[in-house]
């Protein structure tokens, strides 16, 4: 039986990923997006995110992705529902454009207020839905910041890297206050943990804030459990919506002798009547990261930005390198 001599020359595979990770945005925050790929040394990558005349998302990718390693920068915040859909787009463009890996960057994590059923109402969670949502769509692994509960992480199938703003706070906080005379406060019970968490790494007292709500946005009673005669209080917070909870619980500590006050929260989310309130009340200086933009401005209101943390996490994600040296809370 005849033979053949052919055989087949030997094959080079490609490597997993290809050459040089892609950034996208949406219309979420593209300044943050933009100081993130300054940091990376890396352009924004070339699409399109607007609106067909119905008020459509429309997304087309305007470069090749051919299994490069992809990153979508995108806060879920107002319009929650245009941010959300523009991230799930940009993400199956991505996927059918045969992106090698697609990660979504999501600073501030919309919905994740509805993260359970209280008390067996009839309500949806939220959140789960979200996460779902994300995975179908086709994402390989999300990068946020000061999730509202920890639980969501678990809610997906795909790794979650879960960033804290305390490691801007934190160095902000030690260049401003006068340690001597400072002490942290939490606004309510549930944020005791975190606030406790500044207080060891500041090495100051620690205070509680315990309220009642009469419904949701609206603070029925507020009482302090601690200390603040003739102190500089600091409320450690992850979410300022309407602002109500912090202004009052400002206005409680002066009322209760404290020296001064001021807020550090991660996400302005600030539907109005916020910047009003915040003006009126008795703080101080209220202090945000930028993983939202800023709807309105205030004398009161202090910037920082994690743009810094958010590149270095996504460095270590395109090397493959441990980022558990970033969760300094």
Same mark, same amino acid.
């Given at each position: 039986?005849? $033979?053949? #001599? %052919? ?8 490597? +997993? ?21 300054? =940091? ?21 990718? +305007? ?9 979508? @920068? ?19 463009? +991505?996927?059918?454009? *045969? ?8 600073? %501030? ?15 949806? &969670? ?36 879960? +960033? !804290? ?6 160095? !902000?906080?030690?260049?401003? *206050? ?29 205070? @509680?804030?315990?309220?009642? $709500? ?9 009482? &302090? &459990? ?27 500590? @002066?009322?209760?002798?404290? $020296? ?6 991660? =996400? ?33 209101? =202090? ?12 460095? $270590?994600? &395109?090397?493959?390198?441990?980022? *558990? @040296?970033?969760? #300094?809370?």
């Amino acid at each position: 039986m005849h $033979r053949s #001599s %052919y055989r087949p020359s030997p094959v080079t595979m490609p490597a +997993l990923w290809s050459e040089g990770p892609v950034l996208f945005t949406g219309n979420a925050n593209p300044a943050l997006a933009s100081d993130v790929a300054a =940091h990376l040394g890396i352009p924004l990558g070339k699409a399109i995110v607007g609106r067909f005349s119905d008020g459509e998302v429309n997304v087309e990718i +305007l470069e090749n992705v051919r299994g490069k390693d992809a990153f979508v @920068i995108q806060s879920t915040c107002a319009p929650t529902n245009d941010h959300l859909m523009e991230l799930l787009i940009l993400v199956d463009a +991505l996927r059918r454009a *045969s992106a090698g890996r697609i990660t979504a960057v999501v600073p %501030y994590f919309g919905y994740a207020r509805q993260d359970r059923r209280v008390r067996s109402s009839r309500v949806a &969670i939220s959140a789960k839905v979200v996460a779902n949502m994300l995975q179908v769509a086709g994402v390989d692994r999300v990068l946020t910041m000061d999730l509202h509960a920890d639980q969501i992480q678990g809610f997906f199938n795909v790794p979650v890297d879960h +960033l !804290y703003a305390s490691m801007v706070f934190i160095d !902000y906080l030690r260049q401003t *206050s006068d340690l001597e005379r400072t002490v942290i406060a939490t606004p309510d019970v549930g944020g005791a943990k975190r606030a406790n968490s500044y207080a060891k790494f500041l090495g100051v007292p620690m205070v @509680i804030c315990h309220k009642s $709500r009469a419904k949701a946005n609206e603070v029925a009673e507020m009482t &302090i &459990i601690g200390d603040v005669t003739d102190k500089d209080v600091i409320l450690v917070d992850d979410i300022v919506d309407t602002a109500g909870t912090i202004c009052k619980a400002a206005d409680l500590m @002066i009322q209760n002798g404290a $020296r001064s006050v001021r807020a550090v929260a991660s =996400h302005a989310v600030l539907s109005d009547p916020a910047t009003e309130r915040i003006n009126a009340s008795a703080l101080k200086e209220m202090i945000f990261t930028d993983s939202i933009p800023l709807r309105k401005h205030s004398d009161k209101i =202090h910037i920082v930005s994690v743009a810094n943390i958010f590149a270095e996490a996504i460095n $270590r994600v &395109i090397n493959h390198e441990s980022i *558990s @040296i970033l969760y #300094s809370i």
